[in-house]
């Protein structure tokens, strides 16, 4: 009779650093770009570049903690920015920094494919998040799915899959 025994190091997973700064300047740069881009026209409105950065540092440092304070941080810091509701994005990044560092803590989520199928589904949870807040807390109306935001998810999802692979360059060896 065999017995099946799985240890902690049999499915190790590389936790990775970034360089010092790394993770605050490209947290600034996607809350600048977001803003700027945002003022310029509407059509970037359906970039999601913060959202983008709290997924990738999720996966990439796989600590929920770490995850879910990165993502409040960044949220809080774009409602004041966007003018939205103080907390709407916060409750929203929050909880999508601490499912993608769990995810990313028990998957290996380094290829193209498996990085845009995570994306597309983060940011669709991300836009429920949003709306759940707005119609419980803020009783406005915000639909949970429309073509729009799967054009946008689609978009992002894609965009990810660039940034994520630029971003890697800034880890450390």
Request: hydrophobic share 50%.
């Amino acid at each position: 009779m065999t017995t099946l025994r799985m240890d902690s190091q049999s499915q190790h997973i590389e936790v990775h650093k970034f360089y010092s700064g790394a993770v605050i300047g490209v947290c600034f740069l996607a809350l600048v770009l977001q803003a700027f881009l945002n003022r310029f026209s509407v059509r970037f409105q359906i970039l999601e570049l913060p959202l983008l950065v709290v997924v990738y540092f999720g996966l990439s440092r796989r600590n929920s903690v770490t995850g879910l304070l990165l993502g409040t941080a960044v949220g809080l810091l774009q409602d004041g920015i966007a003018h939205t509701p103080i907390g709407l994005y916060g409750i929203a990044k929050g909880f999508i920094g601490y499912i993608s560092s769990s995810i990313g803590a028990r998957l290996d989520t380094e290829h193209p494919i498996s990085r845009l199928i995570l994306m597309f589904f983060f940011f669709h949870i991300h836009q429920i998040l949003i709306a759940l807040v707005m119609r419980l807390l803020l009783s406005q109306h915000e639909p949970f799915f429309s073509i729009h935001l799967l054009t946008a998810s689609l978009i992002n999802s894609v965009l990810g899959v660039f940034l994520f692979a630029g971003l890697d360059r800034l880890r450390k060896q």
